[in-house]
């Protein structure tokens, strides 16, 4: 049987952290940006973890 393609999109999108979780970027920061707020974009800059409800779909696609 061949070997599972991993999704290439989530390989860019997702890293695993240390603890074994996984890091993404927050949405909503690519455009339309002059009716946000300077607070909301600037939290918007941070990462944050994936849910653990989507960690399973998240470690399927990286596999």
């Not at 049987?1 to 074994?20: D, H, I, Q, V």
């Not at 973890?49 to 696609?61: F, Q, T």
């Amino acid at each position: 049987m061949p070997k599972m393609k991993s999704n290439r999109g989530a390989g860019k999108t997702f890293k695993k952290t240390a603890s074994g979780r996984f890091k993404r970027k927050k949405a909503y920061k690519s455009h339309i940006l002059t009716s946000k707020s300077t607070k909301r974009k600037r939290k918007l800059r941070q990462a944050t973890l994936v849910a653990k409800s989507e960690e399973k779909r998240v470690k399927i696609m990286l596999q």
